[in-house]
Each structure stands twice: as structure tokens, then as C-alpha cells.
């Protein structure tokens, strides 16, 4: 077996195929790499990629890294030899349900709610996948369910995956510096219930136009949510509640009522009731439930005019959703654009000045209207701008809708840089 990537769900696939007794070889073209493999009985080769590696070999499982049209999965598909994403791999050697997440946003926030309500219900449960564990590391764990985060990457190699529970949040236009099309995008996203049957549940946000379309032929039990309203035969808020199958929940008593909130929530607390979670859990983990950092956390305020970090807002569609949370937006927007059309961020009915950064900066200041934007060489100098340019009443708003690997090692390394920045404006306007 030929695993290739020896990063995180790599190393795990790899590890996983050793203990089931197969002959496995890494391949990683960074030096070095996957080294620490070496003295577990696994082969590790690096350095330029070299089809003769494939001899011999029955299985190729990637690493969600490697791109499909890398030389090393098309060589083993013109081979004849079946490639396997790690989650495809792990899921064939797995004897406890399968509880999957996808979607274009809110993935992680749906995962890590259910995770939580499932283990407040007494369930020994982890959260996998995309989020950050491999799937393959917890294979033979004795937990009662895994609750597993997976991208459209992972889900383009899987042929067998089969969650009895899916959840899909959305579907918008992303990556497609890596998926030829949109068509291929939303294809590799559907896999996640290809599989299901009348038994299996499929939660999905029925005012997303991309997720009703493509779940139509799904074979699965639909339960439609939403944050907005109570869809027939689904969950979501009406009147002062919101309305899960079994349960509700006080509006009131929960930490933000922003629609994307209450639709993540909804979708997490269907899909963990469905998998046995106690209803009083389920409304417990509603109320504590905070999302992770970079996703509209409000970093500060000063003058009545509020700085939030939605530095996760990696796409259009997530930084859209998030513009239109809040009446009047000075926005930090841009990076790398992942081939997607930005332009709609500079023209949002809402943002009275755009900042702009990063390499789509000149795409996002061509499609903003005159004297609406301008373009800053760091994020110090970004929220400066965007400070300068604020009045009472506006929320500065960093929301890319990009990658951030032009300016930043991460989201989480851009959003920490707006959040010191923040700071350092907050700590000098307070001295005044």
C-alpha cells in the first residue's frame, strides 16, 4: 500500500495500514518528511515523485493535501490501482457509527456542537475528520460514535463511506483553484450521502439554494433546518423558541441569536438527537455553546464602534454571511482568492469602506464603487484605515473571504494580527 502525504491524516492512514498487517510505503516529496515513520516499520520516500513507486502496489490512499491532478494519483489511476482518500480508508476498518459533517461554512461549528451534546449525553464520542484528529488514529477506540468533520477533498476519493447521520450546512462556490468546476465541487460535497439509505438521516439548511438543489435525489431521510424560520417538517426558530424534534430551546436564553448561529445549532442538535442525545443535553449544550475563535468574535469596542474578527470567513459566501449580520461595515477584506469572484464583498449593500489587503486587493478595488475603498500593505496598517474611517454605530469587520497563505500562515495567524492591531488602536484610544 502506498499512502501518499505524511502530514496529520498521512501519518495516521499510515500507522492504521501497518497495524492491519499491510506492507506500507509514504511518499511525500518534502525532505524529511514523514522521517519519524521510519522507525515504525513504514517505508518513507521523498524527494521527486517517481512512477515506479507503484509498482507492486494494490492501494493508494491520499492525503486530502494532494491534489487530484498531482502526478501521484493520476499515474495510479492510468495504473488501474484504486486511490482512497484517509477517510474512506479508516471508515472500512470502523465498527461504530459514523456521524459526518460538510459543507461549504459552519462545518466545524455543527461538529463541534453535536460532539458536545452527544458527550453531555454520556456518550463516549470524539470529534475527527477535518477538525484536525484522522479518522484512522481512532479506529479500534472504544468510543460509541465519531462525529466526523470532512471536506469536499476527503469526500472526492471515498467510494463505500456510508454516515448513518450527515449534515450538510450549505453549498457555495469555494476552492475551485483545486476542484475543476463548481459542478465537481458540489459532486464531491454530495458524496457524503451517496451512500445512505431510507434509515439514515440527512440534516441540511433548507434556505441555502446550493444544499436544496443537490440534496433533491438524496436517498435519505431529509430533515430540513433553518435559522431564520420553522421549515415544514424541520427545526428551527418560531415565536420566542427554537424548535428541535422532541425539544425546544428559549431564544432568549441562548448566546446570539444571529441566524447563522441558530441554523448550526439546529442542524448540530438534530443530527446529535438523531445519534441518542438526551433532549435536556441538547438544550443545555444550546445555551453554553460559544463558537471558536476567529468566527465573529468581537474583539473590542471604543466610540461605539465595534471591531469583529471573522477571519474564518474564508470564502465569499462565509463573508457575505457575515456583512449582512451588521447594518453599517467598514471591511477588511482579501488574500488569495481560491479562483473565486470576490467582487460581490466590495459592492455588499452594507459596507460603507472596504480595506482591502492581500493579492485580490486590486480585483476588490476595481468593483468597488468610487471613494469606497482603498488598499493596505499589512493589517496594522488595515485596521488603522478602517479605524480612521469608522463612525459611531459601525462594526470594522474583518471578513476576507479569502485564503490568508499570501500575508499569513493561517486564518487563525490572520485573525490574531487584527486582533493585536485592534489592541494596540483600543489601548491608545482609552489613554486619551
Known sequence: MLVLGAAVSGAAAARLAKRKGHAVTVYDQRPGAGNSLLGEG???VSGRWDPDLLAGIELVVASPGVPLRAAPITDAREAGVPVWSEIEFAWRHLDIPVMAVTGTNGKTTVTEAATAMLASSGLAVAAVGNIGTALSSVVDEPYDLLVTEVSSFQLELTEKFHPQTAVLTNLAPDHLDWHPSFAAYAAAKARIFANQDQGDLLVFDSDDAGAREIVAGAPSRKHPVSGWRRPEGGSGPEGEWLH?????????????????????????????????ARPEAVVEICRRFRPGANRRQ???????????????ATNPHAALASIRSFPSVVLIAGGLA???????????????????????????????????????????????????????????????????????????????????????????????
Do not use: H, Q, W
Open 42 to 44: 513504514i517505508g518513507v
Open 244 to 276: 428541535l424534534p422532541g425539544t425546544e430551546v428559549e431564544l432568549s436564553s441562548l448566546p446570539s441569536t444571529d441566524p447563522i448561529i441558530l441554523v448550526d445549532l439546529a442542524a448540530a442538535g438534530v443530527a446529535a438527537l438523531d445519534r441518542g
Open 298 to 312: 468581537l474583539v473590542g469596542e471604543v466610540d461605539r464602534i465595534a471591531f469583529v474578527n471573522d477571519s474564518k
Open 338 to 432: 481560491k479562483g473565486l469572484d470576490v467582487s460581490p464583498l466590495a459592492t455588499a449593500e452594507n459596507v460603507r469602506m472596504l480595506v482591502a489587503i492581500g493579492e485580490a486587493a486590486p480585483t476588490l478595488l476595481a468593483a468597488a464603487p468610487e471613494g469606497r475603498a482603498t488598499v493596505a500593505a499589512s493589517m496594522v496598517e488595515a485596521v488603522e484605515m478602517a479605524f480612521g474611517a469608522a463612525r459611531p454605530g459601525d462594526t470594522v469587520l474583518l471578513a476576507p473571504g479569502c485564503a490568508s497563505f499570501d500575508m499569513f500562515e493561517s486564518y487563525a495567524d490572520r485573525g490574531a494580527a487584527f486582533a493585536a492591531a485592534v489592541k494596540a488602536v483600543l489601548e491608545r484610544e482609552m489613554s486619551r
